[in-house]
């Protein structure tokens, strides 16, 4: 979808390791960056199972020393991030270890933002506000998901205006990501379903995303087959290491994808729900996921097409626009087989609040490479067709003007 006179560029760690037992590399790593003390950054329940404990003695066992700051809350706010700031200091630190899923690794993201440049967090929202790199940075991820241990993304909750702030910076992309199906085997199934579909709205905006290119389609419909074929399994057992390496290795792609052909509505959608209620964003994103599709579909019906024949659907025949809402459906049919909620009502979500997060939803950066543009209404209505409780018709979702 991109024009071939624009310039495009791609982004992803220096040293990303993936597989069975990679985590025990952690030590070695954060040792070759240089770093002498690091703060991991994590959040009260991987310190509670004792997870951050043994990242910190691997990280001992290399020589170094090591400080566990565990505030990163689900959806990490600028309050989270500036005690990480001061933890950090407090303990006269010269590198970061985030330890955990999304959360961890954008609130680790924030402190280095921070300690690197100065001023506050909110500084840095929008796209390379900062001007000094990073300290040494390396994230260990156990949820297959966000794909935050990779890209460029930082998305930080403001608390005084409850909107998440898009921070999307090349430097805070990690130095070296880790993967380890090991780690994500604790997940429950209702995570899993949720960071599973979660990684599969990074792919699917990222393959319909105004400013795609070859190498992230590759990696958007590659991760889409796989998510296919292993996020069930990993939802059903969770201890299935095949299934879990592989939504690791799809997790990554779609990240691969996103982080450099950006992401859209979905996204800057669920930022809002994030920031207003503190939802899970996984969760959000799967709901909203097919009506922004819906609406998106007449934009590029080839590209919904080849997520359809990705996501297993026979097209044989059809149309590109009927092959694409094929494809739509099967979205719809894996987020029941997986138990997403069916609909923002049964999140508590209050149509009150539509217009002011649709208002928010529209200056998102996510939504800038969106196939489609949406006026103030147009979302609006998106937001209802995703509420679960009113006929708002995938025909009427398209067709809106």
Known sequence: MALAEEVFGFYIPTVSLM?????????????????TNMLIVTDAGMNKLGVANQIKEMIESAGLRAAIYDGAEPNPTDINVHNGVKAYLENQCDGIVSLGGGSSHDC???????VSGGGHIRDYEGVNKSSRSMPPFLAINTTAGTASEMTRFCIITNTDTHVKMAIVDWRVTPNVAINDPVLMAGMPPALTAATGMDALTHAIEAYV??????????????????IRDYLPSAVANGRNMEARDRMAYAEYLAGMAFNNASLGYVHAMAH?????????????????????????????PKRYKNIAVALGQDV??????????????????????LGIPSGLTELGVREDDLEI???NAKKDACQLTNPRTATLQEVIRIYMSAMGTHAVGAQNIRAVA
């Open 19 to 35: 597989g069975v037992g990679c985590a025990k590399e952690a030590g070695v790593q954060a040792k070759a960056l240089g770093a």
């Open 108 to 114: 680790g993201k924030g402190i280095g933002l921070v």
């Open 209 to 226: 995303s105004t400013i795609a290119t070859p190498i992230t389609d590759a990696c958007a419909i590659k991760a889409i087959e796989l």
């Open 272 to 300: 809002q729900l994030g920031g207003f209620y503190n939802l899970p964003h996984g969760v959000c994103n799967a709901i909203l996921l097919p009506s922004v599709c819906d609406f998106n579909l007449i934009a590029c």
């Open 316 to 337: 044989t025949g059809l149309s590109d626009l009927d092959a694409g809402a094929k494809g739509i459906q099967a979205i719809r049919q894996l987020s029941a087989l």
């Open 357 to 359: 997060m649709a208002t």
